[in-house]
């Protein structure tokens, strides 16, 4: 299990990202959020993967395969009403932390969200984020990509 | 839509198995039950599948993809308590007619059922079954391979 530490803000201006990574990511769900198995499906740039979520709290196994192109456009119909299409940026901050910024698409734009990751918890509680960034959401788990597939952006 | 005229039945005694031809088919549901949606995979000889049946009771969307064996076995653990294993022998009875005989493996051994298609109701209400036909189980649900997957051979 990987356990990431994480703080998660809306976006109050776009930064310069002429030096950010670009990578376009759409991923669905082929199961709804109540049944007891969670299979996802998500495209980066010209990769596809189907993964598994096994239902259970404490650990929930995860298995992964990467797909064809062919294969993901079969299943991918199957997940309307439940996707997140997105744009994502990769790039670094000025203090040399990465950042995603998270520009989405369809019918969550105009939402963007930003992330930066940390070592320790500690480091994430004394951060102080840019002046780019907005309202910290880390503990929203409404603008979660799983929540937001099916409810949309929040209120 | 398919839509097969068959019927279903135990086997008194095996028949000479000869002249059939023998397929190995094993299949498991990475979805329980109550779920919204049904995937399957599914093993028969070489090759191998991944099925999505949607929800709904009137019309329910298929979508199948062929996979690797790699992909197959990635998933393939997600499947316990789920599965059904069989040899199907296809073969040709003295009438001519097709028929389908499933020798269960595993947690439905020593299972084994056999179906006939036909072409019109009235065909398959006169049918007379051969000897080493069994009971007639085509109306029992219980027989159903999705069925036995999770509940087991009928008591």
């Known amino acids: 299990m990987s356990t990431e530490i994480e703080r998660k803000f809306l976006v109050a201006k776009l930064p310069d990202l002429s030096g950010a990574d670009k990578a376009v990511v759409r991923q669905g769900y082929l199961t709804a959020p109540d049944d007891s198995t969670e299979l996802r499906l998500r495209q980066k ?11 259970g709290t404490m650990v929930r196994v995860e298995r992964e395969a990467e797909i064809s192109s062919e294969q993901f456009e079969t299943f991918w119909p199957e997940t309307a009403g439940r996707r997140v299409e997105k744009e994502r940026y990769t790039g670094q901050l000025p203090d040399g932390r990465v950042y995603e910024l998270d520009v989405f698409l369809g019918d969550l734009a105009p939402l963007r969200l930003v992330e930066v990751e940390f070592q320790t918890e500690a480091e994430a509680s004394a951060y102080t984020p840019p002046d780019w960034f907005g309202a910290d959401v880390t503990a929203d788990k409404r603008y979660k990509n799983k929540t937001m597939a099916t409810s949309g952006v929040p209120a």
């Open 45 to 55: 740039n010209d990769k596809f993967f189907l993964t598994l979520k096994g239902g």
